[in-house]
């Protein structure tokens, strides 16, 4: 059985910072690429960081420099370490498994809340 399950999100004052955390399981890990998405109320679910199965990592350009994406193959866990928040990072954090070899797989998870404000 797939599971991504995602913890970390928190209500946190602007400025302050939250490392959210995607522990996987019922799939081979290290065949993944792993992201985070984020969805907030009428808007679209967008991408704000992923990491490859060989760790190359690529971030939105609202993010760049503030948050930071790795992964423990040995824990099959994937991080997102976010500093500076601002109030606009204020979303639901999905967590994203995307097989990069055949056959093609997604996973998601179900999505933890962070909350940025005074």
């Known amino acids: 059985q797939v599971q991504l399950v995602e913890s970390g999100g928190d209500l946190v004052q602007p400025g302050g910072s939250l490392r959210l955390s995607c522990a996987a399981s019922?799939?081979?890990?290290?065949?993944?690429?792993m992201g985070w998405y984020r969805q907030d109320p009428g808007n679209q679910r967008e991408l704000v960081a992923d990491i490859s199965y060989d760790s190359v990592t690529r971030y939105a350009d609202s993010v760049k420099g503030r948050f930071t994406i790795t992964r423990d193959n040995a824990k099959n866990t994937v991080y997102l370490q976010m500093n500076n928040l601002k109030p606009e990072d204020t979303a639901v954090y999905f967590c994203n498994a995307r097989r990069v070899f055949p056959p093609a797989r997604n996973y998601w998870g179900q999505g933890t809340q962070v909350t940025v404000s005074s």
């Open positions: 019922g799939f081979e890990f290290r065949l993944y690429a």
